[in-house]
């Protein structure tokens, strides 16, 4: 009785397993996030208990610490509105010399807020989990970023969530371009797993000695997944690779992948 | 009461594999998220029918899968052969000892991580390794071997105090007993 019970159980789990497998990428997809909607009611408890803690510690902050805070908020305003008076005559230039040359006028972006839920239960792969889904038009492949810089793309979306591929992931190459020298270059996936560690390795194209540390690496829009000139990082240190053919950089991320909590979507 | 404490195994199960996508500070702390998944499937294995261990296995590993970046189902065989391989032999491991639970554990919880990467890496995209994926089987390792025994003490106790107690029949009876004295 016994051995005719384990031969069925290997025999379902082979069965499904071979199904499972070969399901294709996209119904494959379809399918993770719809078993990962038996964890909504978890992902609502600890959201509803994130915003609880948050709440708490805001009623313990004290008066002075409030002012402060007020005071700093007040001045990081005014910069930014001056900064963005500029911004906005350097665009208005940048669109009259667009329209004298007849190319196409560049479209602003829009995005999407989205709060980060979940994290990688494995070190195989660098991946977030937000709260937007197709309910709220997400589709793959959408860049997904914070004010300091490009975080990933969408991977696979779900009707209330999704899931992002983080930079250094094997499954999201980036296209990148060195600002000082407008060398070419590809993010390779990292060594690493630990998004904590905060680093990247950056190729080029071709041996490009010029690139120093300190330089900064935007998306080059390139491969038409991320628009171009979102910040990626700064280079830390570089080596020439493969008997001189290319050179290899460490890249320190712009975002901090360990601490992300809301996060921005790029839509069309 | 018999299957309150299999569904609340699935039900641990349930929360261990969201807990691995949460507490991310403690998570960047050690290096590697912390799964007890082995742990329970071995606990499953030792203790219950093989349908509840493949049941187990099937709920957990999906689940797993979903939450993510991993192919579905590539969780799967890993945990599948461990309670297998345990539940074959459970009538030869001293289940009660605790050395065994342990040893049990950081098996489970050295080998399905291991498996699952070789499975990951026969396909493309090929997942990270390197030295963190050694710290991962290490950390992996420390921890079902720890959480093993507790999981049989907890477990162990919901049974006790669920599960239908043996009828005690003691040797006495009244109309066998000797009587001294005249009546």
Known sequence: MSKRAHNLAIGIVAVLVLVVLNLPPATAGRVKLAFAGLFLPLFGIAGSGQSFVDRASYALLTRSTLISEVERLRKENADLRLAALQAQGALAENARLRASLGWTPKAPWKRRAARVVGREPTTFWRNITIDVGARDGMQVNQAVLTGDGLVGRIRDVGTTQSQVALIGDPDCGVSVIIAETRDNAVIQEARSAAIGDGYVTLRTLQNSPDILAGHQVLTSGLGGVFPRDIPVGRIVDTRAVDGGLYTEARVKLAANLNRLEEVWVLTP | ?183
């Open chain 2, 1 to 183: 009461m018999n299957w309150l404490p299999n569904t609340l195994l699935f039900f641990a199960a349930w929360l261990a594999v969201f807990a691995q996508t949460q507490f991310a500070p403690v998570a960047g702390l050690l290096g590697a998220p912390l799964c007890i998944v082995p742990a329970l499937v071995v606990y499953a294995a030792l203790t219950s029918n093989i349908a509840v261990t493949t049941g187990l296995v099937l709920f957990a590993g999906l689940a797993l899968d979903s939450l993510s970046a991993n192919r579905l189902g590539a969780s799967l065989p890993p945990l599948f052969v461990v309670g297998l391989l345990v539940h074959a032999r459970q009538h030869l491991i001293l289940r009660d000892q605790v050395y065994a639970q342990v040893w049990l554990g950081i098996g489970a919880g050295w080998a399905v991580p291991l498996g699952t990467q070789t499975l990951l890496s026969m396909v493309r995209p090929e997942p990270i390794s390197g030295w963190p994926t050694l710290w991962h089987l290490v950390l992996g390792a420390a921890l079902n071997g720890a959480m093993c025994p507790l999981c049989f003490v907890l477990f162990g106790r919901l049974r006790d105090a669920f599960d239908y107690k043996p009828v005690v029949e003691s040797s006495f009876r009244p109309d066998r007993q000797i009587k001294r004295g005249r009546s």
